[in-house]
């Protein structure tokens, strides 16, 4: 950004701006802008951390007035975001809670080409349709330093409201990409490393596999696991041992418990 952003101070929640940044909790008003909403100091700071800069931030004037809050207020600004100071009402409308964050970014919706994923240890999810579940993988690929999230299929907005706030900042430091099942059958069939599902019919303890990169876990499922299209391009089944009464696992609990394992030796 080359200029120095605007300040305003805006408390209707009539006003345009504030209409248009609500709208932005709706899927369609995202994927037709392509920007989402980030709540929290901390997620600004993640996204600045990583040269991720804000179209503009919205700040409760009186949080937004002294402080460390007003210093990245006026960092974002300096930067070429729009600063917009507000009240409560209006920061309880754009972030749909009672006791809201005191600042909350609009930003740029970033995916990566899907022949850009390469290397190190990348998880592919089958229609995952839990944005809680999307955004909590999303930070376990971050704590684990795997390289990237690819969502197959129909699947639950990573940019959504609930899959920012789960992912606590590691929106910003993991590459999304995405994939219609036909795409990611020919992304598979370049790829040049292990291909890891985990089914329920696998025989092959997760504990038993050698972790090598490249390699390529693959989820299916929150309520059916993968299909059998998606199973039989996979290299390797296998399943992470279960010795009480359940049967399976809560998807980003068992993502977590995969990938830990697979990237045990590169920790």
């Known amino acids: 950004m080359s200029r120095a952003g605007t300040v305003k101070e805006i408390t209707s929640t009539a006003n345009p701006t504030i209409k248009a940044a609500r709208a932005l909790q709706a899927r369609k008003a995202r994927n037709e802008s392509g920007l989402f909403l980030a709540e929290g100091q901390k997620l600004i700071e993640d996204a600045l951390s990583v040269g991720w800069w804000p179209q503009m931030v919205f700040a409760l004037q009186a949080a937004g007035s002294e402080g460390h809050q007003a210093q990245l207020a006026a960092k974002v600004r300096a930067a070429g975001s729009d600063v917009i100071f507000t009240n409560a009402t209006v920061m309880e409308k754009l972030s749909r809670r009672d006791n809201p964050q005191t600042m909350i970014g609009v930003f740029d919706q970033r995916f990566t080409a899907l022949n850009a994923m390469t290397g190190g240890t990348l998880v592919a999810l089958e229609a995952p349709r839990d944005p809680g579940n999307v955004g909590t993988i999303i930070r376990t690929i971050d704590a684990v330093g795997a390289s990237g999230l690819i969502l197959v299929g129909p699947a639950a907005d990573p940019f959504g409201v609930e899959t920012v706030r789960a992912t606590m900042g590691s929106?910003?430091?993991?590459?999304?990409?995405?994939?219609?099942?036909?795409?990611?059958?020919?992304?598979?069939?370049?790829?040049?490393?292990?291909?890891i599902g985990t089914h329920l019919a696998a025989s092959k303890d997760i504990r038993a596999i050698a972790p090598q990169e490249p390699q390529l876990l693959v989820m299916g499922t929150e309520q059916a696991g993968l299909t059998d299209e998606l199973a039989q391009k996979c290299t390797t089944l296998t399943k992470i041992p279960m010795v009480g009464a359940a049967d399976s696992l809560n998807l980003a609990v068992a993502t977590a418990l995969a990938l830990y394992e697979l990237r045990r030796p590169f920790l």
């Open 171 to 195: 929106i910003f430091h993991v590459p999304l990409a995405r994939a219609d099942s036909a795409q990611f059958g020919a992304f598979v069939a370049r790829w040049q490393g292990q291909i």
